[in-house]
Structure formats: C-alpha cells, structure tokens
C-alpha cells in the first residue's frame, strides 16, 4: 500500500518571504500522480498543483512550485512571496495512474503541514 | 460554475441516531468519493463511486456505514446508530479525470 509522509507538523513564515514544505511518499508504482491541496479553516479542500510522475519538469502556479525527485520518492512545495491568505494546512496526497484497479483512484494524503504566515 | 456541496454543514446526532449527509458533485463528473477527516489528521477514503456503481468501499469502517448514489448524481453517505468516534468531518469529491474537486465537508458531532 502506497503512503504519504509529511514531516513537518507546523511551518511559519514571514509574509512575502519563501516556503518550502517536504512529502516524501512509498510505493512500487512507477506511474502515478501527486498533488499539493490546501485546507483553510473554513475546512474547504482546494487544489494547489498537481504533478504526473511521468513528467521530469517541476509543475507550476504563479507563486507555487514543486521539486519532484522520482528517485528519492520526494515531492516539496514551494511558496514564493507568501502572502496572509497562504495560511492554511497543506495535505500532499498520492493518486496511482493505473486504472485497471477499481481502488486506484482514491488519494492518499499525508498527515499536513499547518503553516503560518506572520505579518 | 457551481462546485461540489454538501448538506448539512453541521450535524449533531446523540449516540445511536442514525444520520444521513448528502454531496451534490460538479455537474458531468463520473467519479465520486467519500472520506473522513479526523481532527487535525488527513483525509482517509472511505468509498468509491463511478456513475451509480459503488467500485470500492473498502475503507468503510464498519456495516453501520452504508454509501449510495442511485442515479449516478448525488450521493447519500448514511451512518446507523453512530458512536461517538463517528465524530469526524465528512468530505465529498468528485472528479472527471485526474483532479479531485472537494466540497465544504460535514462536521459531525456525536454526543
């Protein structure tokens, strides 16, 4: 069974300075995709960016980047002049690409990263 | 366009209530999902749906947990007399492809 892992329970940041937050993940898959979501207190899951596994360029969104390293099974994002409304808990979550699995489909999301932006 | 919502936001049922929360999903998309969020941990699947078909329920924590979507649309997650570490928020998805689209969640409380 595949897992997720984030290591770091709580981050903070000055406001418009940069932010990087670690997942690290498990599997023996070697087609799948990765995500970033962000959870604000409203409790409302939206998406940060995604990443196919079969690509070698780092996805991004505006201010978000991630650095994707297949082989250290390593998937960390990136927030560039971190703004207040950053403030959230980010979940890093897997997704296997193969479909044959009628389970494949569910994500897998890590225990998340609260992070806090200081004015 | 209209996202994903759910109903109730807030549910409080005493110990042994049976309770039914409902996800409208984005118009047009085929896959539906079911978790449940712990207090301060991540989402955990609990069900899978493609169209009417329920594919995969295995994270399904008990038989008093029972998931439906009869006409390939909106979906009833329904809880038999629920204990209280049914406590939890519930998070509906839908998604056409690769994405999942999350809707608001429902807090439920057990007293």
Known sequence: AQTVTQSQPEMSV???ETVTLSCT???SESDYYLFWYKQPPSRQMILVIRQEAYKQQNA???RFSVNFQKAA???SLKISDSQLGDAAMYFCAYRSAFSVDQGAQKLVFGQGTRLTINP | ????SQSPRYKVAKRGQDVALRCD???G????FWYQQALGQGPEFLTYFQNEAQLDKSGLPSDRFFAERPEGSVSTLKIQRTQQEDSAVYLCASSFWKTQYFGPGTRLLVL
């Open chain 1, 14 to 16: 000055q406001e418009a």
């Open chain 1, 25 to 27: 993940y498990d599997t």
């Open chain 1, 60 to 62: 991004t969104e505006n």
């Open chain 1, 73 to 75: 099974k390593s998937f």
């Open chain 2, 1 to 4: 366009g209209a996202g994903v």
């Open chain 2, 25 to 27: 999903p984005i118009s």
């Open chain 2, 29 to 32: 998309h085929v896959s539906l």
